[in-house]
């Protein structure tokens, strides 16, 4: 997609669709509104008199025809109070026209950003909006496919921003970077929306190679028999039951010069279970075909790797992906079998359905290896997590303070909305076992710090947080800035950390 910044005036635009947004309260006689009111011979004052629209945000009113205009389409959307306005109010505007437009076939069009939203971050977060807004998951539907379209972009090909006052190098910048941050997204979306027959541990792991390779990455996947050779005996316990054979993908950044690349580099570590049947521990199935999203985390670092790779940050960064597929089968591990993880620690396996804690395991201490300044794992991880904070905040645990501080605060910058949960030793008890070193899972509630507990255990010293996204990973409803299906949680998070 194409993305202009222009100073044109929205009356002087010509085009296939203008978007205006508008603010609660205001009045077509405000002095943004004014001039198009007088033009189309008083249309938005009528448009505005009525119940239809008051400009609650993400309120859309479709306008054919404006006399007076050189356009056949305006589209009025609405803001909300003023009051609120920051860079997430460009998201949701141009998010919603996105969406809107993509539902009649627009394929180009002009949206007014306001003045307050038109700094770097405003421009960046409204042109992710516009690339994430209009994607769909209908990828299989035959109709869909003999079309020329991606159905996981929006039918616009040129999104032009019409911004008041001048246009900055910086402005500029925004808008790049909202761009590499949505291909980023889509390509995470897809990775998740795909299903277990056409996503496993090989396939994900080639789709890794071929996106970093174009981002300009290095990246190595180690097969089975290397991580046999290697000692990573969660993984491999977990994958045991399965016909498909694991893989574990290695992406890193460098970057440029030998001081910015010597620092300590930040670990990004993600769950990839490419289907989670609960193993021996079976699931029940009513829902059991959402497990094809189980490697949303491994799906988000690889996209946030890719974005890394194009926006050349001064630190290195390193991402980590076990991907594995968890099965019942004759050779499957089975409750009360005990493993050696990577890190050399025995760990029982109560429940098979805990898998996800196991190949991270043997990933955090891979990381550990590394000696990075910080660990962030993302995992779709507990149903506790989802019990506890619904579908709005991702859980946070961690082992050092001031690391999660900057993560939380770098969340809150991004737009994603992470929760911590408390740590305290009083819950180490939760994963002690009689036979092994740990077990892993609690006698007792709460599930996510249990998760949490056992993962704490192969990170040592290192800054470590852990992000439980299981349940902000999909949204089965519209969002004013997204439409329904994976939303690609972590990205916008990782390529902030890194860019810090
Ligand atoms: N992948 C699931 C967690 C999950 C649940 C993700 C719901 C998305 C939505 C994970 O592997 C799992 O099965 N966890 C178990 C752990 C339990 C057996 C201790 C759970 O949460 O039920
Ligand atoms: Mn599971
Ligand atoms: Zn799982």
């Not at 006399?67 to 909300?80: E, K």
């Not at 955090?364 to 506790?384: H, M, S």
Request: proline residues 6%; hydrophobic residues 40%; aromatic residues 4%.
């Amino acid at each position: 997609m194409k993305t202009i910044l222009s100073r044109t005036p929205a009356t002087d635009y010509r085009g296939e669709a203008l978007v205006i947004g508008v603010f609660k309260s205001e009045t077509a006689t405000s002095p943004r509104l004014r001039k198009i009111d007088v033009l189309t011979d008083g249309l938005l004052t009528r448009a505005m008199s009525g119940k239809e629209f008051s400009g609650r945000k993400g309120q859309t009113l479709f306008l054919y025809d404006p006399q007076g205009m050189g356009i056949p389409l305006l589209l009025l959307i609405g803001l909300g109070s003023p009051d609120t306005i920051d860079s997430e109010t460009g998201r949701i505007l141009c998010g919603t026209a996105a969406h809107r437009l993509n539902s009649i076939g627009v394929t180009g069009v002009a949206i007014e950003i306001p003045e307050e939203c038109s700094d770097p971050a405003g421009i960046r977060a409204s042109v992710e909006g516009f690339m994430i807004g209009g994607g769909g998951i209908g990828a299989y539907k035959t109709e869909k496919k003999t079309g020329r379209r991606d159905p996981y972009r929006g039918s616009c090909s040129t999104l032009t921003l019409l911004c008041p006052g001048t246009i900055t190098k910086a402005m500029r910048g925004g808008a790049a970077t909202g761009s590499t941050v949505a291909e980023a997204m889509i390509l995470t979306r897809r990775l998740v929306n795909t299903p277990g027959n056409l996503m496993t541990p090989v396939i994900m792991a080639g789709e890794a190679r071929k996106a970093c390779r174009a981002a300009g990455i290095s990246c190595t996947v180690m097969n089975e028999k290397q991580l046999r050779e290697r000692g990573f005996r969660g993984m491999l316990a977990v994958n045991q039951g399965s016909a498909n054979p694991p893989r574990l993908v290695v992406m890193r950044y460098r970057p440029e010069g030998a001081r910015a690349a010597a620092r300590p580099p930040l670990a990004l570590v993600g769950k990839g279970i490419t289907f989670d049947s609960g193993g021996i521990s079976i699931k029940p199935s009513k829902g059991m075909e959402k497990m094809k999203a189980d490697m949303a985390g491994a799906a988000a670092v690889i996209g946030a790797m890719t974005a890394i790779g194009r926006l050349k940050p001064s630190r290195p960064v390193i991402g980590i992906t076990p991907l594995c597929e968890n099965m019942p089968s004759g050779s499957a591990i089975r409750p009360g079998d005990v493993i050696t993880s990577y890190a050399g620690t025995t760990i029982e396996v109560v429940n098979t359905d805990a898998e996800g804690r196991l190949i991270l395991a043997d990933a955090l201490a891979y990381a550990v290896e590394q000696k990075p300044e910080g660990i962030v794992d993302i995992a779709t991880l507990t149903g506790a997590c989802v019990t506890a904070l619904g579908h709005v905040y991702a859980g946070l645990a961690s082992n050092d303070s001031e690391w999660s501080e900057t993560v939380v605060g770098t969340a809150r910058m991004s737009g994603e909305k992470v929760w911590p949960m408390p740590m305290d030793t009083e819950y180490d008890k939760l994963v002690e076992s009689e036979i092994a070193d740990v077990r892993n899972t609690g006698k007792e509630s709460p599930g996510m710090i249990t998760a949490a507990k056992l993962l704490e255990k192969f990170v040592g010293d290192t800054p470590w947080v852990h992000l439980d996204i299981a349940g902000v990973e999909w949204q089965k409803e519209t969002r004013p800035w997204s439409s329904p299906g994976p939303t690609a949680f972590g990205v916008r998070l990782f390529v902030d950390l890194a860019l810090r």
